[in-house]
């Protein structure tokens, strides 16, 4: 079973992330990433068209002269600016981890704000975790596009975990904070429970933003319509939120006989 792109290693999630984590965060929300088109320097433009070949051919089928070959660099800017395809691919994936984190943390604390501190539903949790990513697929930024699409390909790099830590460490602060909206939404399960919750969840939301790259792709379009990208929300919360309630469901019962 791939892993969703958000859910940590448990070792990883197990760690408290430091006060520098949390700065990097702050930072980094107060700071908008600008669109691809307007960034210009040399490393920029390096890691805008790395960052979308790893998102179309993932990190095993994308080599650095491909990616020089579509920038029209010289191979040796590469190493000159990046020194290897594991350190480009690293802050390729870590880029805009501090944001995204920053984002869905602040998206779930918008829905439960109203609840002033009463146990939250899983709806609500769901919907305030697929707000950001489906929120810059609207926008028709490219490359929060590509970004997304890019996470999509951690599941194929389980063995490489050294690839992927500059996004897991990042989003830890996010992951932590779901894991507990949901504790707190199903009082009654165990902890294995709950992160099986989340990680079923977050593995739902990975195959939709796949499918709907698919979709486009099959489609030929530049992009696909906002409705629709709303609708496939809609479809992955009620699919999320139904399968969340008959796992509890099912837990109950077995407990009960």
């Not at 430091?18 to 890691?47: D, F, G, K, Y």
């Not at 501090?98 to 604390?109: G, Y």
């Not at 699409?149 to 389980?158: N, Y």
Request: hydrophobic share 45%.
């Amino acid at each position: 079973m791939l892993r969703a792109f958000w859910l940590a290693p448990r070792h990883q999630r197990e760690t408290m992330p430091s006060s520098t984590t949390h700065a990097a965060s702050r930072r980094a929300t107060a700071i908008n990433v600008p669109r691809a088109a307007a960034r210009s320097t040399t490393p920029e433009r390096i890691l805008d068209t790395a960052e979308r070949l790893f998102a179309m051919h993932g990190y095993f089928g994308t080599s650095i002269r491909d990616i020089m070959q579509s920038c029209g660099m010289e191979l040796s800017l590469a190493r000159y600016h990046f020194g290897s395809k594991d350190a480009l691919f690293q802050q390729a994936i870590g880029r805009r981890a501090a944001v995204i984190s920053r984002q869905v943390i602040d998206s779930l604390e918008a829905e439960l704000a109203p609840l002033q501190g009463k146990r939250p539903d899983v709806e609500a949790i769901v919907t305030a975790l697929s707000a950001p990513a489906f929120a810059h697929l609207k926008s028709g930024d490219p490359g929060w596009r590509n970004y997304l699409r890019l996470l999509t390909q951690i599941g194929c790099l389980l063995e490489r975990p050294d690839l992927t830590a500059p996004f897991y460490d990042q989003y830890a602060p996010a992951a932590a904070r779901y894991r507990d909206a949901f504790a707190k939404a199903l009082p009654h399960v165990t902890r294995e429970t709950v992160e099986l919750v989340q990680h079923f969840v977050e593995s739902v939301f990975h195959l939709v933003l796949n499918e709907l790259y698919a979709q486009e792709a099959r489609s030929g379009a530049k992009a696909l319509a906002t409705a629709h990208i709303e609708r496939m929300r809609t479809y992955l919360i009620r699919f999320a939120v139904g399968g969340i309630e008959a796992m509890v469901s099912s837990a109950s019962a077995q407990r009960g006989s």
